[in-house]
């Protein structure tokens, strides 16, 4: 199976506990919001996704993309960022690459809660080498994951409706100087907020769990 759990990293926020899976296939990634077995969203949710291909970008310290609940501001920790129009890359070796999510969907679940893209670690001679991928959630929680392909893809979904990711980070491990860093296409998801009428039927359904509760 191509599905497994993330692990927590010590949080700034004590108490806080986040259900973040992640994949290493973009089918089941993108599928992941319709299957009936992980049930990412409440019932009458969809997502929808939006693909950064990074084309028509501008290199420089600051890179920005995106649109609307997608949009995203990229910067190297040294040196500048390179997007080709089939990538993002950072031009220095042993650069971190953040990127912040500036605007979020202003309706219930909104803002990204999905992420996922063929990311690379690579040392000067082109040859895999491992790294870290690091997600900020809105509650301020890390997660962390580590990888050790020139361009595998892996995918996050954020399992917990009051949450989302604000933040997204490439990282040499242990910093080294001679390492490269690089995204191709990401593909980043969200919540849709369903139709007033499965609005009404999700407050109705809670009501009577409430209901039931207090019997």
């Not at 993330?6 to 994949?23: E, K, N, R, W």
């Not at 500036?102 to 893209?117: A, E, F, N, Q, S």
């Not at 917990?160 to 390492?179: N, V």
Request: proline residues 4%.
């Amino acid at each position: 199976a191509t599905v497994t759990a993330c692990s927590l990293i010590a949080s700034a926020h004590a108490g806080y506990t986040s259900d973040v899976i992640a994949f290493t296939d973009r089918t089941e990634w993108q599928n992941a919001p319709t299957d009936g077995d992980i049930k990412l969203f409440p019932a009458g949710y969809s997502a929808e996704f939006y693909t950064e291909t990074f084309k028509g970008l501008t290199s420089g310290p600051t890179v920005s993309g995106g649109a609307d609940w997608a949009s995203w501001t990229a910067n190297a920790s040294v040196g500048s960022l390179d997007a080709t129009g089939t990538g993002l890359y950072a031009e220095q070796a042993g650069a971190t690459v953040t990127m912040n999510f500036t605007d979020t969907y202003k309706l219930p679940m909104g803002g990204v809660r999905g992420i996922g893209g063929g990311f690379q670690f690579v040392n000067g001679a082109g040859k895999p080498v491992a790294g870290r991928i690091w997600l900020k959630l809105s509650t301020g929680e890390s997660i962390i994951r580590t990888i050790s392909s020139a361009n595998q893809f892996i995918g996050f979904w954020v399992a917990d409706p009051s949450q989302t990711i604000t933040s997204f980070q490439l990282q040499p491990m242990g910093g080294a100087a001679s390492y490269f860093i690089g995204a191709e296409t990401m593909y980043l998801g969200t919540a849709v907020v369903p139709a007033p009428g499965a609005i009404a039927l999700l407050g109705a359904f809670g009501l009577l769990n409430s209901a039931r509760r207090r019997r």
